[in-house]
């Protein structure tokens, strides 16, 4: 099958349906370039269908000369895009699948290696002292690359030049440690330095964007490390509290009666609703009645899934009213488990004020709140390894949420939380949906951008009023 192209796929599909198979897959194959009628656009169709959220990164195009043949078969040098997997979304495709340290290297190799190093004899490190000694290597373990290029002919009349990069120091195979860059026919390029300036350019330029200190917004005065914050919308409600309520809901149904967790649900719904009802939490704010789905991760490990965030930190008040009733004194493991949601809710409760600063006498409260949290989830997690069990993983977000309480010091959450910008975006959302029937993407943007201004305008004039019909969430 690796030889056929993607429309003979689909004409093999299309046989195959005729004959009577009604096959999902076979129906999806055969749809493609419009049932064969465009079959140019099968490729094309079978990229949109099968690759989807990968690990490898989406390219960028770059536009640059390269050659081609004209009608008349002459070659000339035209501007085309040319796809390019630059360095950093990379980096950033493979942090977000959980990969990067499989694919790298582990951090703590990744630091032997930086340990090892002559810094005053090498002259690499020597050519930019100010460089590498701006570099706090307590603090951040840079990862070590190997830019590598190479040619290799493809056919009897042409060769291509790979471009990629590896770490230096991963001990994992070139399969999985070699990363494609850019690929380039020698054929499309007649005048080297014009069809590859502007790659190298780009190229150039993300690699710099992997010295987060390059961003381009480090240069706007007085935005520095501490500019950056944390927010609870996606810090807590669609972090750690997904994380913990789930492992206190899973925990309590392991003892309730029912020979599945379906059948256990069954008890623990009616009994989540009443609490609901007892603290008079409206109906919107509520969870829905969960089900298997909304609980286990497909790693395995419970979170909370396909759960509004709003709904998430109103659920905080029920968390403790079921880890109290379900709470046993006897058992360390359950005691941990309260105080874990205890603390959580009382970060919760805090935040919630309104206030801008955090007083003096109120913040101890509020670290030791956020410092509990995490004290207690620790136990429940070594404990859950202890035993075997598939609960209470760590995340990054985690280690985020370490620094939530020193970020508040200075600085309330709400002053900073998303829950606004959500709804703003729902907005946009719809905005940018009604201006794009019939028009080109980069003429959308205007499009919007005319509205929103009008709109404003409206608004300040009093002739518009947004109350009266609120978006969706």
């Keep these: 099958m690796g030889k056929l192209s993607a429309s003979e796929i689909q004409e093999f599909a299309d ?15 055969q749809a493609l370039g419009a049932h064969g009628v465009s079959p140019q656009n099968c490729h094309r169709d079978i990229s949109r269908w099968i690759f989807k959220n990968m690990c490898s990164p989406e390219s960028t195009s770059i536009r640059t000369p390269v050659l081609v043949r004209d009608l008349n078969g002459e070659k000339k040098m035209m501007d085309k895009d040319i796809p390019v997997n630059l360095p950093h979304a990379w980096i950033d495709q493979l942090s977000e699948h959980g990969f990067l340290e499989t694919v790298m290297a582990p951090e703590a190799e990744i630091r032997k290696f930086w340990s090892k190093q002559l810094w005053k004899e090498n002259p690499q490190f020597r050519q930019d002292t100010k460089y590498w000694k701006g ?10 690359l190997v830019l590598h290029g190479d040619a290799a002919p493809y056919s009897e009349t042409d060769s291509t030049m790979a471009i990629s990069m590896r770490c230096m120091v991963s001990n994992v195979s070139v399969q999985f440690s070699q990363l494609m860059l850019v690929n380039m026919p020698k054929n499309a390029t007649e005048d080297w330095d014009r069809t590859w300036d502007p790659i190298w350019k780009e190229l150039s330029e993300s690699f710099k964007k992997l010295d987060l200190r390059q961003h381009h917004l480090w240069s706007v005065p007085g935005v520095g490390f501490w500019t950056v914050k944390l927010d609870l919308l996606h810090l807590m409600d669609l972090g750690i509290s997904c994380h913990i309520f789930a492992n206190l809901l899973c925990d309590i149904l392991d003892t309730l009666p029912g020979s599945s967790l379906e059948a256990r649900l069954k008890v623990l719904n009616p009994k989540i609703s009443q609490i609901y009802e007892d603290l008079e939490i409206p109906t919107a704010e509520r969870f829905p009645k969960l089900l298997r789905s909304n609980l286990i991760a497909d790693t395995g490990y419970p979170t909370l899934k396909h759960i509004k965030g709003r709904t998430v930190r ?23 488990r309260k105080a874990c949601v205890e603390c959580l809710d009382k970060v919760y409760s805090m935040a919630d004020e309104k206030k801008w600063v955090v007083s003096s006498t109120d913040f101890p409260v509020f670290e030791d709140a956020v410092q509990g949290t ?3 989830d620790h136990f429940l997690a070594k404990d859950a390894l202890k035993r075997k069990l598939l609960k209470y993983s760590i995340t990054q977000k985690f280690h985020l949420f370490y620094h939530f309480g020193q970020q508040s010091k200075y600085l309330t959450p709400r002053c900073v939380w998303c829950y606004g910008p959500e709804s703003y ?9 009604s201006c794009s029937r019939g028009t080109a993407s980069y003429q959308v943007v205007g499009k919007v951008l005319q509205k929103f201004s009008l709109a404003f305008h409206l608004l300040l004039k009093g002739l518009l009023d947004f109350d009266t019909e609120k978006p969706e969430d």
């Excluded at 046989?15 to 194959?29: F, H, I, P, Q």
């Excluded at 109103?314 to 079921?322: D, E, I, Q, T």
């Excluded at 975006?425 to 949906?433: Q, S």
């Design 15 to 29: 046989c195959a349906v005729k004959s009577g198979s009604s096959a999902e897959d076979l129906l999806k194959v």
């Design 135 to 144: 570099i706090d290597f307590q603090a951040e373990a840079p990862i070590p």
């Design 314 to 336: 109103k659920f905080s008040p029920v968390a403790v009213r079921l880890a109290t009733e379900y709470s046993d004194e006897s058992s360390t493991r359950s005691m941990h």
């Design 374 to 376: 995490l004290s207690h």
């Design 425 to 433: 975006l729902a907005i946009v959302k719809a905005v940018t949906a």
